[in-house]
């Protein structure tokens, strides 16, 4: 079931679409013109807009993409007159998704608004969209974080604090959050570095019509819209204090004023606040609110760097070069061990987007059949190991045992860092021959 919005002049056609959404379960708001349309569209952002090409005050072309800037989730289908099917090919050319001709077919109206809110619904709820799966690995640091995850997801209100580096995946960890907490409502970012200070408050909370200078019509916020769902304020130690206190309030009751409102907008949702600055350092300066840090960090996720589970880089690596070649269309290709062991060895200070970034490079730049450390383009900042030397499982099985089973001494020998090593012996099955858990298969 969706939310739709039915715009067309003519008052009988109107209402009997309306009508027919609304019997289908549907939630209708209708407008009869292109201004009353957009208003509509910025008030309640609906998931599926049914747009009358023939508007009498607006060019139902021009409508399109500016619906689309107000409401980029929304689907747009088009109904238009027998004579203009031409019109319609421009308005899916101008990123309408669908359209229907006059007199349209009640059951076609209703599956194709159906298939339509529903795509919108699934888009939130795969809200990693095109950046791929979660990938776990297998370190401690990443059980630790899967485990913190899956309890809070059972209390849909409870608010989560996640830190970490740039790259760490703090904004796929709040969305894996929503996809496992499943609410009804949307995941709904805002990123509180990229809106100007002041006009935050009305992103976040909404406004009345002529609560400030520009507020031409009354604007629902994003707290609103992420009613039932989860608001996820990235770069929260960007936000001034004043508005802090209005965040604290509603996190504490659930409740506040649309910028220059006078009546009081409940709202339930899960907040989840991410940040990579340092919160207790600006609450010792003054700049973050100790009462509001409290209670976002009622259950905090401090996400590794990604060079303190070296273990995981490699297989992570194969991870995303799967997932690059099937979005690009590309061949996979298969990492050379001297290229593993770059990986490896890199110190990742943009963490897991760098390490996308770079496979993503190498997989459409680079041109042998392996990918080898030059398509990586990284500073090399590992000891080149002696060619052939450390490929071979053989090899390094020799050393291992000559050194004792020491991993340090034995990656001295060959020349290659330690995890590097640990990731091989694992991959390779090379344990100790006394070892108990020698046929455990590692990693
Ligand atoms: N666990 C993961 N599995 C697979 N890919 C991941 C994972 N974590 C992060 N990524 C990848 O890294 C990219 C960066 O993640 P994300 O945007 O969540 O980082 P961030 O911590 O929010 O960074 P910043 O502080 O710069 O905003 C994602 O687009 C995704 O491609
Ligand atoms: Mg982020």
Known sequence: MGFCLVVEDDGVQRKMLAATLRTAGHTVVAAGGGREAMVAIAEHQPEVVLLDLGLPDADGLELIPNMLAEAPLARIVVITGEDSVRTAVDALRAGARHYLVKPWDREELLVVIEREARSVRLAQASALGQQGTVFWGGSAEMDRVRTILTKVARSPLTPLLVTGETGTGKE???????RLAAPPGPFIPVNCAAVPGELLESELFGHERGAFTGAKERRRGLVELADEGTLFLD????????LQAKLLRFLQDHRFFRVGGEQEIEVRCR???????????????GE???????????????LPALR???????PMAYHMLREIASETGRELRQLSPAAEMTLAAHTW???????RNRLERALILGSESLIQPADLDLEVDAPHPPAGAVDEPDRVRRVLEEEGWVVARAARRLGVPRHWLRY???KWNLTRPSSPDR???VG
């Open 349 to 355: 200070p943009g963490n897991i987007r760098e390490l």
């Open 424 to 426: 091989r012996m694992a």
């Open 308 to 314: 303190e589970r070296p273990e995981d880089i490699v």
């Open 288 to 302: 973050f609110r100790a009462d509001l840090y409290y209670r976002l960090a009622v259950v905090t996720l401090s």
């Open 439 to 441: 046929r455990r298969p």
């Open 172 to 178: 796929v960890m709040a969305r894996e959050l929503h």
């Open 271 to 285: 907040v989840v606040a991410a940040t990579n600055r340092d919160l207790e350092q600006m609450m010792a300066a």
């Open 235 to 242: 770069e929260v130690g960007d936000m001034q204090l004043p």
